[in-house]
T-cell receptor, first 115, second 116 residues
Framework: DGGITQSPKYLFRKEGQNVTLSCEQN?????MYWYRQDPGQGLRLIYY???????QKGDIAEGYSVSREKKESFPLTVTSAQKNPTAFYLC??????????????FGPGTRLTVT | AQKITQTQPGMFVQEKEAVTLDCTYD???????LFWYKQPSSGEMIFLIY??????QNATEGRYSLNFQKARKSANLVISASQLGDSAMYFC?????????????FGKGTHLIIQP
């Protein structure tokens, strides 16, 4: 089945450690996105990538880094510089051509807890 | 900059009644899209419906319809004949620059609870 996988579902880290969240898609989508959701809040855009080897900062990029070496993969690193890293992280992808290019497909999310 | 406002933090509705979830937006883009997503307690984001700014007719998808009033900058979601499984968080979102691949701007959501 085509879709987006994020692993792990739950992740625990000590303060001061970098942590990388995985996002893989087999939908052949060009664009990929990372969002953060805090309790009781909507999603906020961290980074997005329209094509391989290119990415742009979203609204809250500080303390995060990404790479896009392969079309299928868009890992997010939460660095120690991120002041409040505990949150629910959602990855999404979107086609750039063809039918329903407006739609973003979301993965199941990773819940990160930093103590 | 784009902004989405959802003024109803929570709603209780009797099963089988129709529900209207409010959403207003602000953007300087001429071409934009409006979305509604459902988020159950599991956390996944489920796409419900889309409305393009130049679409002449209001979008419908099964029991969901979007009441799009461009002059008022509102994009309310209407759920007909609500079901217990409709209980979830509902988010309104938008994207400008439809020719590109920009991310979505989300509202803070409405927590809908359907009562039997």
């Amino acid at each position: 089945d085509g879709g987006i996988t994020q692993s792990p579902k739950y992740l625990f880290r000590k303060e001061g450690q970098n942590v990388t969240l995985s996002c893989e898609q087999n939908l052949n989508h060009d664009a990929m996105y990372w969002y953060r959701q805090d309790p009781g809040q909507g999603l906020r855009l961290i980074y997005y990538s329209q094509i391989v080897n290119d990415f742009q900062k979203g609204d809250i990029a500080e303390g995060y880094s990404v790479s896009r070496e392969k079309k299928e993969s868009f890992p997010l690193t939460v660095t120690s510089a991120q002041k409040n890293p505990t949150a629910f992280y959602l990855c999404a992808s979107s086609p750039r051509a063809g039918h329903r290019t407006y739609e973003q497909y979301f993965g199941p999310g990773t819940r990160l807890t930093v103590t | 900059a784009q902004k989405i406002t959802q003024t109803q933090p929570g709603m209780f509705v009797q099963e089988k009644e129709a529900v209207t979830l409010d959403c207003t937006y602000d953007t300087s883009d001429q071409s934009y899209g409006l979305f509604w997503y459902k988020q159950p307690s599991s956390g996944e984001m489920i796409f419900l419906i889309y409305q393009g700014s130049y679409d002449e007719q209001n979008a419908t998808e099964g029991r969901y319809s979007l009441n799009f009033q461009k002059a008022r900058k509102s994009a309310n979601l209407v759920i007909s004949a609500s079901q217990l499984g409709d209980s979830a968080m509902y988010f309104c979102a938008m994207r400008g620059n439809l020719g590109g691949a920009d991310g979505l701007t989300f509202g803070k959501g409405t927590h809908l609870i359907i009562q039997p």
